[in-house]
């Protein structure tokens, strides 16, 4: 029930009980409310800030690294006719840019694109003799052509170039 309030010289009592209107009881249900609110403002705020920046209808995976290729398939389900660009990256360092249109016809026979050219096949560069880490991230362009965020294929795939593997031209530092 509501507060009601009778005005005596300039001070506000309550009318009834005289007990007074702001307990530590509403307090904490004041706080609870507040908390409630400012969750629920935080989650739409991260989830509109995510739809925005990413594109959660890139599907793909990155199969096979080794020191002679980096393989996989990237498709947009929400237009599965475009071809996505991707980036490797090895040992946390850009390497070549590319777009997925190699011959995959797995992923069209898995349903999930509309043609058989959603593959990408990178050339493995000359690299130190060791363990590496191949990372591959498609492009995905926001409302504006000039912010572009990258979101991972599949997961790292580590992989060893040993002594007698190892290129002949610059190695990769």
Known sequence: MPPF??????QMTP???????????????????????????????????YLVVSNPHLRGWLD????????GWVVDEKSAGTRVEVQLFIDD???ESGF???????????QRAGDD???????????????????VYAIHRGASAERRTLQIVGKPIKFQVGALTAGTGDVLR
């Open 5 to 10: 309030f009778f005005f005596q010289t300039d």
């Open 100 to 110: 997925a249109n190699a011959f995959r016809p797995d992923v069209h026979a898995s």
């Open 64 to 71: 096979q690294a080794d020191s002679h290729a980096i393989a």
């Open 15 to 49: 009318a009834a009980n005289n007990r007074p209107w702001f307990t530590r009881q509403r307090l904490v249900q004041f706080l609870l409310g507040k908390s409630v609110v400012e969750a629920l403002l935080v989650t739409v705020l991260g989830v509109s800030f």
């Open 117 to 135: 050219w959603h593959g990408f096949v990178f050339k493995t560069p000359p690299l130190a003799p060791g363990t590496h880490e191949a990372r």
């Open 93 to 95: 360092r850009f390497i």
